[in-house]
């Protein structure tokens, strides 16, 4: 019996076809904020030019949040329900975390380097989002070293999936802090405009570019994820006999 | 099948060099500034290289030769900062900086090292047209 919603992570045509809306959202997206962010919005009047790496640096940060939540979430779902499945969501989403957080300790250097004259401050902003950084390569690599010691397969096993759980798990602890860590410490960091107590102190233009930015990010990661899971669910799936019927279906 | 005692004890590895990481990290970050008004208060511990953040006193700013001279201040606290060094572009009055040195025994913060903080606040140069 079919039900009417399509299961985006499954490797069916539907799907496929599923994913491909995705990502067609996901360019219509960020065409959208490049526009956005790079014509309609203007340039500040402190920083100039610069201040236009926010529509990077900014959503970046959001969006490896969110897939650490992801993590968390597919964590928690494993170690509660023992789905082998979640545990593939749970190191996609951290696989995303990770690309991301880099993408923002770069962006947010090189907009130090334009605007506070530094690439980099001893500030507990810039300290924490770094350990965040380490703690989720730290959470990949111990899913790698357990695999490789016991040969057991990363995503398809429970002596991998479950220590990666618990740290999957522990490492979310870590976001509340990078994330109020402009609030409870002194810091060269600004503090946050778009979830600023009051009125948001930017120019509403300029706030569009980054919501249409923030979305942009949030599509396309949804997208990486999704692909990344069928990817690592045919790798766990394709049993030898089955491996060659499913290499000539075009996967790989 | 890696055993559990060894999977613990990975565990807690990871997470006690994270504690300590964390705690280093932390003894000169949780402070990242001082303000003019602790450092008056206390001057013995701004003998040694200490940061100092606050707004630039508008009005206060000139240059004496390689030096950038004037006036820090927070929470109605002002410390007079001689700044060795060119500051980033960025750096005007009445926005905030850090600046990184020693208070002089007469008194004068002396700089070398300067970054610019600036607030959640962006916006264009003059108010949006109709157009």
């Not at chain 1, 951290?94 to 605007?115: D, K, N, R, S």
């Given at each position: 019996?079919?039900?009417?919603?399509?299961?985006?992570?499954?490797?069916?045509?539907?799907?496929?076809?599923?994913?491909?809306?995705?990502?067609?959202?996901?360019?219509?997206?960020?065409?959208?904020?490049?526009?956005?962010?790079?014509?309609?919005?203007?340039?500040?009047?402190?920083?100039?030019?610069?201040?236009?790496?926010?529509?990077?640096?900014?959503?970046?940060?959001?969006?490896?949040?969110?897939?650490?939540?992801?993590?968390?979430?597919?964590?928690?779902?494993?170690?509660?329900?023992?789905?082998?499945?979640?545990?593939?969501?749970?190191?996609?989403?951290?696989?995303?975390?990770?690309?991301?957080?880099?993408?923002?300790?770069?962006?947010?250097?090189?907009?130090?380097?334009?605007?506070?004259?530094?690439?980099?401050?001893?500030?507990?902003?810039?300290?924490?989002?770094?350990?965040?950084?380490l703690t989720y390569t730290g959470y990949l690599a111990l899913r790698r070293a357990v695999s490789e010691r016991t040969g057991a397969r990363d995503g398809a096993d429970r002596a991998v999936a479950r220590p990666a759980a618990v740290v999957g798990v522990a490492g979310f602890l870590l976001v509340p802090v990078v994330h109020f860590s402009v609030v409870w410490w002194r810091s060269l960091h600004q503090q946050a405009t778009m979830l600023a107590p009051e009125r948001p102190p930017i120019d509403p233009r300029m706030g569009l570019a980054l919501l249409l930015a923030a979305a942009a990010v949030s599509v396309a990661a949804l997208c990486v994820l999704l692909h990344r899971v069928v990817r690592l669910e045919r790798r766990h799936t394709a049993a030898p006999t089955e491996r060659a019927r499913r290499t000539a279906a075009g996967v790989g | 099948m890696i055993r559990r005692p060894a999977r613990l004890a990975l565990v807690a590895v990871l997470l006690a060099a994270g504690g300590l990481l964390v705690a280093g990290a932390l003894r000169g970050t949780l402070t990242y500034y001082r303000t003019p008004g602790e450092v008056l208060a206390d001057p013995g511990a701004a003998r040694e290289r200490v940061r100092v953040g606050g707004e630039v006193v508008p009005g206060s700013v000139r240059r004496e030769g390689d030096l950038v001279v004037f006036r820090l201040a927070e929470a109605g606290h002002e410390i007079l900062v001689r700044q060795r060094g060119v500051p980033p572009e960025t750096f005007r009055e009445g926005e905030g900086a850090v600046v990184e040195g020693s208070l002089?025994?007469?008194?004068?913060?002396?700089?070398?090292?300067?970054?610019?903080?600036?607030?959640?606040?962006?916006?264009?140069?003059?108010?949006?047209?109709?157009?």
């Open positions: 019996m079919r039900t009417t919603t399509v299961d985006l992570a499954a490797d069916t045509r539907a799907g496929a076809a599923g994913r491909r809306t995705i990502a067609w959202t996901a360019g219509g997206l960020t065409g959208a904020a490049a526009l956005a962010g790079g014509l309609l919005a203007p340039p500040d009047a402190a920083q100039g030019p610069a201040q236009r790496i926010m529509y990077v640096h900014v959503p970046a940060a959001w969006v490896a949040y969110l897939a650490f939540a992801v993590v968390l979430a597919s964590s928690v779902a494993y170690l509660v329900g023992g789905d082998l499945r979640w545990d593939r969501f749970a190191r996609a989403g951290a696989e995303i975390g990770v690309i991301l957080t880099a993408v923002a300790i770069a962006t947010g250097a090189y907009w130090g380097h334009l605007v506070w004259g530094t690439w980099w401050a001893w500030d507990p902003r810039l300290v924490s989002t770094a350990l965040l950084l | 002089a025994a007469d008194g004068v913060f002396r700089a070398d090292h300067l970054v610019v903080r600036h607030g959640n606040e962006y916006g264009p140069t003059e108010p949006p047209d109709a157009g």
